[in-house]
Every structure is written in C-alpha cells, then in structure tokens.
T-cell receptor, first 114, second 113 residues
C-alpha cells in the first residue's frame, strides 16, 4: 500500500491564482482531513470528510473548498490564493468513525503564495 | 471547542537525559490523547496514545501519563538519543463518533550528543 499520497510536493502561486492540492489514500479509509502547518501554530484543521459525499469545516476553512466524490480522493481547492495561505498542507486519513483509530498523514505540500 | 496548550515550545537536553513535554486541554469530554513526532521535513507520525480509562502507558523509552482531574497529560522520554530530536505534538479529541483532533503548537526537542 502507498498509504496517503499528496501532489504536488512544492508549489508557488501568485496572489489570485487558483489551484487544487491532491490527496489520495489506498487504505479504504472513511475519514480524511486537511491540515495546515505554520511555524509556531501546530496543525490546524481546515476541512474533513467522514465518507464520500460528506464534508465539514474545521478550525480554519475560509479560502478553501473540498469535495469527496470517491473514498480514495479528497482534493483541497484554493479559489483565489492569498499570501496568508503560504503554508505546509498535510492530508490525513483514518479507518473509520472512531477518533481512536490511528490517523496517517501524507508527505505534505509546501505552498508559497507571492 | 477544544483548546490544547503545549509546553515548552523548545527543549534542549544532553544525550541520556530525560525529556518531559506537558499539555493541558480545556474540554472535559476529551478522552483520547495521541502524541505525534515530526522529523524535519517529514510528516507527523503517531508514537503513542492514551485513552481516558488509563492513567499511564509505556512503550520502551517513551511513556505518557494522564491526569483527567487536572486536564493535563505528559510525554516522557528516557535515555534520550540524538535521533529523538524532532518536533513533538500532543493532541486531544472526544474519541467518539467522527471527533476531530485538536493539536498543541508543538515542542522542538533537541538532543545533543
């Protein structure tokens, strides 16, 4: 199993551009989530999904959209990038409905918005 | 919502010493407390977790203790080694349903040879 994969690894955008960060998992996990990591701020939840067709907002959802059309994929969309969205983005998944299931992280995407 | 405070933000120790990282949480309904280790440029990885029906859990050189009355939990690393150098995150959740994890801001542990 590849586990949780993310593409791209690095991305530079200009203010106002849009892009999609890709996340996929091959473990048939129900629960997937997106975090952003900023220096000194820890990991903050952006959006999460408990299954195909179901998404919800986390702590810092503004400026980001998500959808979950399949169990495997959970893309994160930036509609109009801003410098404040410069960060490292991690996708994560866990097996099911129990928060005590181990959460596995992807390798991350480092995004710079100029 | 849940709030997790983590201290210290940086911790420097000599190889062989012990290291202790402490976290407090605000929501008394939280009952699942994992710890993640993140090496430089890598993804966070679960190293140990504890549930509210347990006061202490050990795994070789690492241990976690939980005090539900005081709403705090701690990570203890004994006989530290240079490869223990990393950022450590604590987290908390209600542990039921589709509860989300709330993370602390992290502790950078530096172990000097």
């Amino acid at each position: 199993n590849a586990g949780v994969t993310q593409t791209p690894k690095f991305q530079v955008l200009k203010t106002g551009q849009s892009m999609t960060l890709q996340c996929a998992q091959d473990m048939n996990h129900e629960y997937m989530s997106w975090y952003r990591q900023d220096p000194g701020m820890g990991l903050r939840l952006i959006h999460y999904s408990v299954g195909a067709g179901i998404t919800d907002q986390g702590e810092v959802p503004n400026g980001y959209n998500v959808s979950r059309s399949t169990t495997e994929d959970f893309p994160l969309r930036l509609l109009s990038a801003a410098p404040s969205q410069t960060s490292v983005y991690f996708c994560a998944s866990r097996a099911g409905s129990l928060a005590t299931d181990t959460q596995y992280f992807g390798p991350g995407t480092r995004l710079t918005v100029l | 919502g849940e709030n997790v405070e983590q201290h210290p933000s940086t911790l420097s120790v000599q190889e062989g010493d012990s290291a202790v990282i402490k976290c407090t949480y605000s929501d008394s309904a939280s009952n699942y407390f994992p710890w993640y280790k993140q090496e430089l440029g890598k993804r966070p990885q679960l190293i140990i977790d504890i549930r509210s029906n347990v006061g202490e859990k050990k795994d070789q050189r690492i241990a976690v203790t939980l005090n539900k009355t005081a709403k705090h939990f701690s990570l203890h690393i004994t006989e530290t080694q240079p490869e223990d150098s990393a950022v450590y995150f604590c987290a908390a959740s209600m542990g039921s349903g589709y509860s989300t994890l709330t993370f602390g801001k992290g502790t950078m542990l530096l172990v000097s040879p």
